[in-house]
T-cell receptor
Framework: AQTVTQSQPEMSVQEAETVTLSCTYD???????LFWYKQPPSRQMILVIR??????QNATENRFSVNFQKAAKSFSLKISDSQLGDTAMYFC?????????????FGGGTRLMVKP | EAGVAQSPRYKIIEKRQSVAFWCNPI?????LYWYQQILGQGPKLLIQ????????DSQLPKDRFSAERLKGVDSTLKIQPAKLEDSAVYLC???????????FGPGTRLTVL
């Protein structure tokens, strides 16, 4: 079974600054995906960024980038130029990769507050 | 492209009552998931369907929860009878053939009094 741990229950950052959210995971699988999802107060879970474990290059999506350390089983999210709209819960999630759909295993979440 | 639809958005019931939630996935998505998200926690899978068959229901409390996806499209999740600890957001998600990213609906917030 997989486990995902987010050690920072809450974080805050000033608008326009950079913040890094931490995530560690444990698995015996060699082929998997890792995700960061954003959940604003509206509750809609929105995909922020995805990393495939076989890819060494870290994924980036505009202001969002990850630091994927496979050997250390670490997957942190960096948000650059933070905006007020980034205020939300952020969840790290693991999915085993095969040809079928697979469940997501989520961490406990980090509440991010962006301050003006 | 329409997203994952869920209804109702909110539901308040007394304990021991019954409740049902509905989900319509994105067209063409073969896999459908129901997650339970208790306040302050990450979502936890309740059940996964592939077309109209159950792939994983190992974490579904089968004495009170049931789910179906009869025609391989929309799905209903039922709780009967509800307990106080069932208060949570129930999220539905779907993914296309081949797996990969899951797309989530807006969720149903259930309050059991």
């Amino acid at each position: 079974a997989q486990t995902v741990t987010q050690s920072q229950p809450e974080m805050s950052v000033q608008e326009a600054e950079t913040v890094t959210l931490s995530c560690t995971y444990d698995t015996s699988e060699s082929n998997y995906y890792l995700f960061w999802y954003k959940q604003p107060p509206s509750r809609q879970m929105i995909l922020v960024i995805r990393q495939e474990a076989y890819k060494q290059q870290n994924a980036t999506e505009n202001r969002f980038s990850v630091n994927f350390q496979k050997a250390a089983k670490s997957f942190s999210l960096k948000i650059s130029d933070s905006q007020l709209g980034d205020t939300a819960m952020y969840f790290c999630a693991f999915m085993k990769r095969d040809n079928a759909g697979n469940m997501l295993t989520f961490g406990g979440g980090t509440r991010l507050m962006v301050k003006p | 492209e329409a997203g994952v639809a869920q209804s109702p958005r909110y539901k308040i019931i007394e304990k021991r009552q019954s409740v049902a939630f509905w989900c319509n996935p994105i067209s063409g998505h073969a896999t459908l998931y129901w997650y339970q998200q208790i306040l302050g926690q990450g979502p936890k899978l309740l059940i996964q369907f592939q077309n109209n068959g159950v792939v994983d229901d190992s974490q579904l409390p089968k004495d009170r929860f049931s789910a179906e996806r009869l025609k391989g499209v929309d799905s209903t999740l039922k709780i009967q009878p509800a307990k106080l600890e069932d208060s949570a957001v129930y999220l539905c998600a779907s993914s296309p053939p081949g797996g990969g990213e899951q797309f989530f609906g807006p969720g149903t917030r259930l309050t059991v009094l």
